[in-house]
């Protein structure tokens, strides 16, 4: 695995933990997070002019922001 992915993991892990009371933790809203994340960190990397391809990607993966 590389860097950047072991980056958006402990992330995700953080954000989750930080944002959810404990008893609703689990390992799905960790999966969750963690491919929002991996969806956003990707469209962040597309050529700004890719505008439109971004929003259609994030809007397949029911990703909303």
Known sequence: ???R???IAKQAHE????????F???????EQK????IIDDACRA???????GV???KKHFGVEK
């Open 15 to 22: 954000d989750v933990i930080k944002n959810t009371p404990s």
């Open 1 to 3: 695995m590389n860097e």
């Open 34 to 37: 963690f491919a929002e994340l």
């Open 55 to 57: 929003d259609l990607i």
């Open 24 to 30: 609703l933790v689990t390992r799905e809203l960790y």
């Open 46 to 52: 597309l050529n700004p002019m890719l505008r439109e």
């Open 5 to 7: 992915i072991k980056e």
